[in-house]
């Protein structure tokens, strides 16, 4: 089987990008989520400034309370006792999405 050396080695590197494909789509959609829903308001990404001052980025969450704290208030609706955030309600799907995203900012 002359083939062998080759074929292993390509069949490792399928494994691992159907690894990390699997795991990304619930990032990216968690990303674009807060894109759409949150980015009037906070900072989404990395290095970026909330466009409104006093919220604070999404990054930054993870230093008062461990991120999952907010799946329920993103399925309940976040409202959070801050007046002129719309009330949110996220399907279960798109809670992990966020979450997953969220914790991707923490690293
Ligand atoms: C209309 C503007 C606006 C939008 C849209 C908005 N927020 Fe906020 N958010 C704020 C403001 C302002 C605060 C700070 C309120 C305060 O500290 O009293 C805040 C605070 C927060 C906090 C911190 C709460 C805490 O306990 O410290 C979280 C988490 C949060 N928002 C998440 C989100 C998420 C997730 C979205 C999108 C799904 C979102 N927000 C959309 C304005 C907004």
């Not at 089987?1 to 080759?6: A, F, H, I, L, V």
């Not at 292993?8 to 990390?20: E, G, I, T, Y």
């Not at 980015?39 to 900072?43: K, T």
């Given at each position: 089987?002359?083939?062998?050396?080759?074929v292993?080695?390509?069949?490792?590197?399928?494994?691992?990008?159907?690894?990390?494909d699997v795991?990304?789509?619930?990032?990216?959609?968690g990303h674009a989520?807060?894109?759409a829903n949150c980015?009037?308001?906070?900072?989404v990404g990395r290095a970026d400034?909330?466009?409104m001052p006093e919220a604070?980025?999404?990054?930054?969450?993870?230093?008062?309370?461990?991120?999952?704290n907010l799946a329920e208030a993103l399925a309940e609706g976040l409202t959070t006792g801050h007046p002129g955030?719309?009330?949110?309600?996220?399907?279960?799907r798109e809670v992990d999405d966020i979450i997953d995203y969220l914790k991707s900012l923490e690293q």
């Open positions: 089987m002359p083939k062998q050396p080759t292993v080695p390509l069949l490792a590197m399928a494994l691992l990008m159907l690894a990390a795991r990304n789509p619930g990032v990216e959609h989520l807060v894109e980015s009037g308001c906070h900072a400034a909330s466009p604070p980025p999404l990054r930054d969450v993870h230093q008062r309370y461990p991120v999952e955030k719309p009330a949110f309600k996220f399907e279960a």
